[in-house]
């Protein structure tokens, strides 16, 4: 079974800096892409960035130039370096694998409060 655990989460100021991580547990393909998405308050949750097997990163118009994803493949671990943090940043960053296109697994969460 496909497990994901994100950490790094936690309270900062408008302008500061959190790193999300996200490790993979279980038996899954190495041929995936993991992203993160966010869910704010009332709101939906969207995508925010993802990067390949092969480290090709793609990232919503909304965080570019802000925040950058990167991954360890040794440790099946994803990060989310996020830099000038917004109070709209606020939301509940959540991690997911997709295994060869076809498997999809999340991650429970971690809360990102950014405060003004």
């Known amino acids: 079974q496909v497990q994901l655990v994100e950490s790094g989460g936690g309270l900062v100021q408008v302008g500061g800096s959190l790193r999300l991580s996200c490790t993979s547990s279980?038996?899954?393909?190495?041929?995936?892409?993991m992203g993160w998405y966010r869910q704010g308050p009332g709101k939906q949750r969207e995508w925010v960035a993802q990067?390949?097997?092969?480290?090709?990163?793609t990232y919503a118009h909304s965080i570019a130039g802000r925040f950058t994803i990167s991954r360890d493949n040794s440790k099946n671990t994803v990060f989310l370096e996020m830099n000038s943090l917004k109070p709209e940043d606020t939301a509940v960053y959540y991690c997911?694998?997709?295994?060869?296109?076809?498997?999809?697994?999340w991650g429970q969460g971690t809360q990102v409060t950014v405060s003004s």
């Open positions: 990067i390949t097997s092969d480290n090709r990163a």
């Open positions: 997911k694998l997709t295994e060869a296109g076809v498997h999809v697994y």
């Open positions: 279980g038996s899954f393909s190495s041929i995936n892409v």
